[in-house]
């Protein structure tokens, strides 16, 4: 169900450890949206001025899911979601960092149990 969530949310995968049962993408490059959301509902960077720096800086996001099993049954499904964001129109080498506003996972989370139920 994971690899088809990523695809919705048209983040390729770098990562795909069936082992650890970990997937995602450590190094995604991205600008402006994430699966067709403005980036700053789910990251805050900062802002410059009067603009979030998640709507115009250069994003590098890690973003990765395990799935782990539950003691009570089931699986537990845990996304991590990391990076930085750099203004694309200096020279400068500044990166700033960003976090989650939980709401990428939150909604990854949905998707899951969307399709889960869908079966």
Request: net charge positive; hydrophobic share 30%; with cysteine.
């Amino acid at each position: 169900v994971l690899p088809g969530v990523y695809s919705e949310l048209l983040i390729p995968l770098s990562v795909n450890d069936p082992r650890t049962k970990t997937l995602g993408n450590t190094g995604w490059r991205t600008r402006r949206v994430i699966g067709r959301i403005p980036a700053q509902r789910y990251l805050e960077c900062g802002s410059s001025g009067t603009m979030q720096n998640a709507e115009t800086y250069s994003l590098n996001l890690s973003i990765v899911t395990s799935v782990l099993p539950n003691p009570n049954g089931g699986s537990v499904i845990s996304t991590a979601i990391s990076g930085t964001a750099k203004n694309p129109l200096t020279s400068s080498s500044a990166e700033v960092r960003c976090s989650s506003q939980s709401e990428l996972e939150l909604r990854s989370r949905d998707m899951v149990q969307k399709a889960i139920y869908a079966r």
